[in-house]
Nanobody, 123 residues
Framework: QVQLVESGGGLVQAGGSLRLSCAAS????????MGWFRQPPGKEREFVAA???????IYADSVKGRFTISRDNAKNTVLLQMNSLKAEDTGVYYC?????????????????WGQGTQVTVSS
């Protein structure tokens, strides 16, 4: 069983930065793709970024050039560096893990989920 724990959320002004961290327990972390999703207030969960087992990355158009996903397999950790934050980036951010090496943009393809961390960007 894999457990995911997010940290690093908080309140930041527009234009600022935050770094989210996701700590994963369990074996085979390095073999699995990982992703970040978010749920804005009153909206459905949406894809943010994902990274495969070989560290290839994909991003939602809304965050390209501002967010960077990375992984440290030695520490079983996935990071999401968020720069130039906007009010529309506000939401609960979830770390998710697949049981396959390739990443996708669909939440249904991710088996493991963290509890979420709140990110609030004030304008």
């Amino acid at each position: 069983q894999v457990q995911l724990v997010e940290s690093g959320g908080g309140l930041v002004q527009a234009g600022g930065s935050l770094r989210l961290s996701c700590a994963a327990s369990g074996r085979a972390f390095s073999s699995n793709a990982m992703g970040w999703f978010r749920q804005p207030p009153g909206k459905e969960r949406e894809f943010v970024a994902a990274i495969s087992s070989v560290a290839s990355t994909i991003y939602a158009d809304s965050v390209k050039g501002r967010f960077t996903i990375s992984r440290d397999n030695a520490k079983n950790t996935v990071l999401l560096q968020m720069n130039s934050l906007k009010a529309e980036d506000t939401g609960v951010y979830y770390c998710a893990g697949r049981r396959f090496p390739s990443s996708t943009v669909y939440s249904r393809d991710y088996y493991y989920w963290g509890q979420g961390t709140q990110v609030t960007v004030s304008s």
